[in-house]
């Protein structure tokens, strides 16, 4: 899709009705689905993550979706896809400045040349304990990346075709905290495979564009 294309959807995408869990639960299996459903949050302390979706143009103006692919390390979320963002730290007066932050320190893209088009809905992942909000955005440039080397080994650059492409969702065989084998709903972008939190929040980023198109 052209990028001026994907700007006129923009307005149109603002103000509708979020899709919430019934996306979320499309890319999430149903142990996963149980294990939440018996935690009581009123109890729990839970440490929150802002993260960013973030579209932009490449250099034939083209709209790409940026993930990106972390390091090998010894950690839950090891050498896994997810989207630019991290943890709100004591400084940040509010999720979307982390995750404008986060952005910014992982691939180099500032604040000033995001525009937030909305915060979507919220995701809790139970290994690493974090409440992460989501929020989507775009550029009106190609962003000039410029990567964290020590959190981030590449950048995946994602067709907004292939994004939204039915094509692209399989089951993958993955070891999680809750199963040491176990069936999961995935997307393929490029090769990799996009699991987890990250394609349930993906998800309903899909049904947001796919409701208006």
């Known amino acids: 899709m052209k990028f001026d294309v994907f700007k006129e959807l923009v307005p149109k995408i603002q103000n509708i009705p979020l899709p919430g869990k019934e ?5 999430t ?3 996963r689905i149980q294990q ?10 839970v440490r929150q993550a802002g993260v960013l979706s973030l579209f932009y143009p490449d250099a034939e103006e083209e709209t790409k979706l940026l993930l990106t692919l972390r390091h090998a390390y010894e950690g839950v979320h090891s050498n896994q896809i997810s989207f630019p963002g991290g943890k709100k730290e004591k400084e940040d007066e509010n999720l979307k400045i982390t995750a404008l932050r986060e952005t910014e320190e992982e691939v180099g893209v500032r604040p000033t040349e995001i525009s937030v088009i ?3 809905s919220e995701v809790y992942i139970p290994p690493s304990n ?6 989507l955005g775009y550029t009106l440039t190609s962003p000039m990346f410029k990567i964290q080397e020590k959190e981030v080994a590449a950048l995946v650059e994602v067709d907004f075709e292939d994004f939204l492409d039915d094509a692209r969702l ?3 065989k993955m ?4 199963a040491e084998s176990i069936e999961v709903p995935a997307f393929n972008f490029n090769d990799f495979t996009v699991w987890g939190a990250t394609a349930m929040m ?3 980023v899909k049904e947001l564009f796919k409701g208006i198109l």
Not at 130 to 135: R, T
């Open 118 to 120: 909305r915060p979507l």
């Open 170 to 172: 399989f089951a993958a």
């Open 175 to 178: 070891k999680t905290s809750y």
């Open 202 to 204: 993906l998800s309903e």
């Open 36 to 45: 939440v459903a018996k935690i009581d949050f009123s109890k729990k302390k």
């Open 29 to 31: 299996p149903e142990e």
């Open 23 to 27: 996306a979320h639960y499309k890319m």
């Open 130 to 135: 974090f409440l992460v909000q989501p929020f």
